[in-house]
């Protein structure tokens, strides 16, 4: 049985295009622009340098980059600047968007196969974009007898907790949206919220298949919490200290991964069961438990949680490449911005105009903002790399090893740590500090 596509039309689409457009001026002139007026005429328009700003003043003033540059400058060093765009959010959220793409592409060229193809006319590039409004399209269905209250609720804090953790990893030099003295001891904390968040949504979904994927998912998590904390101490041995922009700082010579590579060999392991990847995926095992904790939502529900494990990696990426791979530390690639356009202005014909808010970025943030992206890059494909090779590990097999092999091993890293430090090569005051 053939299937007739139907036919593409560029007119019939223009037309809708001017169809569209032209509701969108008449809603907002007939809604829009009254209350515009409503408000403008109960509120007090503001004097700065001794002018009235109405609305056409702030339209010129937007259109001149000697007024707005130094605004926009100004607003890119705010706590709410850092918190939603860079480095917070929406450059994290970018991250995981991508790395979304770049696992099916990846895992695809593994497997010989071509992976997304058709959505976008360039390796489906697109696809990304179709696969979230189909979730935004789908109805988001509640099992009848969910404790409705925590199941909503889930994956807003799954993804609240994953921001948190975003907020934590400092990108750049001054670049952090929370940069506390015990900043890995913030760390721990909210990456102890992960299992009971997982626990709790899958209890409320009242399903037996969320319920033993929520159970293997406490059990994992919290058998490799232990000897994630422990491979840690030695890098807060080494640098004396537990912010991690100072710990960033004290790998301007040497990274730690050089002198502590067992104990970066269990963190990345560890990071694999944290996020529930292959071969750590029992607790999301397809062909045991449907897609275990996850099995009963839907839509954007779903989004929301796959958003916030992508959020997930990404923190787990950085914070390996704050701790073991220098952070921003490296060689200075990136070119200074020109002298001349902050002195003399950009001249084109008779006119000459002068930018006094240029650079936006100074060249040592943009040269360590390239190097962390380049290693936590590194880091994500190499934990992406797992499920395109490896098998599924039993359940008493991963107990097995972070209870017991991990945990030895991560003991291990802390006496080369300690006899370091104590043979004065590393540590503060180090031969080689």
């Known amino acids: 049985m053939s299937t007739i596509a139907p036919q593409f039309r560029l007119s019939r689409f223009i037309g809708s295009l001017f169809d569209l457009i032209f509701w969108v ?3 907002f002139s ?3 622009l009254p209350i515009v007026f409503i408000v403008l005429f109960y509120i007090k328009l503001p004097v700065i340098n001794g002018q009235l700003m109405t609305p056409y003043l702030a339209m010129t003033w937007m259109a001149d980059p000697s007024r707005t540059l130094p605004i926009v400058k100004n607003f890119m060093h705010t706590t709410i600047f850092k918190v939603m765009a860079f480095p917070g959010f929406g450059f994290a959220a970018l991250l995981a968007a991508a790395t979304i793409f770049v696992e099916r592409k990846f895992l695809a060229k593994i497997q010989l ?3 997304p193809l058709y959505c976008g006319k360039i390796e489906g590039i697109l696809q990304l974009m179709g696969d979230g409004f189909k979730l935004m399209s789908k109805e988001i269905i509640i099992p009848a007898k969910a404790d409705k209250p925590i199941f909503w609720m889930g994956p807003l804090l799954f993804v609240g907790a994953a921001g948190a953790f975003v907020s934590l990893i400092p990108v750049a030099p001054g670049w952090v949206v929370a ?3 015990v900043g890995l001891l913030a760390v721990f904390a909210v990456i102890g919220f992960f299992p009971i968040i997982a626990v709790l949504t899958a209890w409320a979904a009242n399903s037996k298949w969320t319920f033993i994927g929520g159970l293997r998912a406490l059990h994992q998590m919290v058998a490799f919490e232990i000897p994630l904390i422990l491979s840690l101490l030695g890098v807060v041995i080494l640098s004396g200290s537990l912010n991690l922009s100072q710990i960033v700082v004290s790998q301007e010579h040497f990274w730690w991964i050089a002198f502590l590579p067992i104990g970066a060999i269990v963190f990345f392991i560890t990071i694999l069961a944290e996020l529930e990847r292959v071969p750590f995926d029992l607790p999301e095992a397809e062909s045991e438990i449907v897609a275990g904790w996850l099995t009963e939502f ?9 958003l916030g494990t992508y959020l997930k990696l990404y923190a787990f990426a950085g914070l390996f490449t704050v701790l073991f791979l220098g952070g921003w530390n490296g060689p200075m690639v990136w070119p200074p911005f020109p002298q001349d356009i902050i002195t003399q202005g950009i001249t084109i014909g008779p006119v000459t105009a002068k930018f006094p808010g240029l650079p ?5 943030m943009l040269n360590g903002t390239l190097w962390f992206v380049i290693k936590t890059v590194g880091v994500i494909l190499l934990i992406l790399l797992p499920r395109g090779v490896f098998p599924r590990v039993r359940i008493d097999m991963i107990l097995h090893t972070g209870w017991y092999k991990l945990i030895g091993l991560a003991f291990i890293n802390i006496f080369i740590a300690l006899g370091l430090l104590y043979a004065g090569v590393l540590g503060p005051g180090g031969l080689l500090h």
Do not use: A, K, T
Not at 300 to 306: D, F, P, V
Not at 360 to 364: A, K
């Open 360 to 364: 936006l970025f100074d060249q040592e």
């Open 298 to 306: 839907s839509g954007m529900m779903y989004g929301l949680i796959q």
């Open 113 to 115: 196969r071509v992976g």
């Open 30 to 32: 007939l809604v829009g």
């Open 179 to 181: 940069n506390p003295n």
């Open 25 to 27: 001026i008449l809603i």
